[in-house]
């Protein structure tokens, strides 16, 4: 799996390697190949989350992430080539905040949200309960494969 980050906007090197035990995790719980899967990161200030989140989703406000995904159904993942399952777009400053708000570290709050972004772009979601309690128990199940759980 190949995780692309503009090259001014690297997270730490153990960022970077939790990051990418998180989304294979993620995947191969889905069962899609990671030596095909791609996944574009970037990392935006609040100005630029509340730009994306009004354009794209009608939403005027700061949000801590964004995912864009690539496929509606995971079932149009084509079977060969390469998979641009889509992009992550995490507010530095927002992680920053929500990690002081819960008592967390930084790390920690950012794993969590990629990991939250990894899966919308594998057609998660929280928009009623039944989705919101699946997606949940999925987030816990890659946080504690990764030995940070609550």
């Known amino acids: 799996m190949k995780l692309y980050f503009e090259e001014e906007q690297q997270v730490s090197p153990e960022i970077l390697t939790v990051m990418e035990k998180a989304a294979a995790r993620c995947l191969e719980l889905e069962q899609i190949d990671q030596s095909r899967s791609e996944i574009s990161v970037t990392f935006v200030d609040e100005d630029e989350i509340r730009r994306l989140n009004r354009d794209y989703r009608n939403t005027d406000?700061?949000?801590?992430?964004?995912s864009f995904p690539q496929f509606d159904d995971l079932n149009e993942i084509p079977g060969f080539g390469e998979i641009c399952l889509g992009d992550v777009v995490i507010c530095r400053k927002r992680a920053e905040e929500q990690a002081e708000a819960f008592g967390h570290s930084f790390e920690r709050?950012?794993?969590y949200l990629f990991t939250h972004s990894i899966l919308h772009?594998?057609?998660?979601d929280h928009m009623d309960s039944e989705e919101k309690a699946e997606m949940r128990q999925r987030?816990?199940?890659?946080?504690e494969y990764l030995g940070i759980g609550r």
């Open 109 to 111: 709050e950012m794993i």
């Open 139 to 143: 987030e816990e199940e890659v946080m």
């Open 61 to 66: 406000k700061v949000t801590d992430v964004l």
């Open 121 to 124: 772009l594998l057609g998660y």
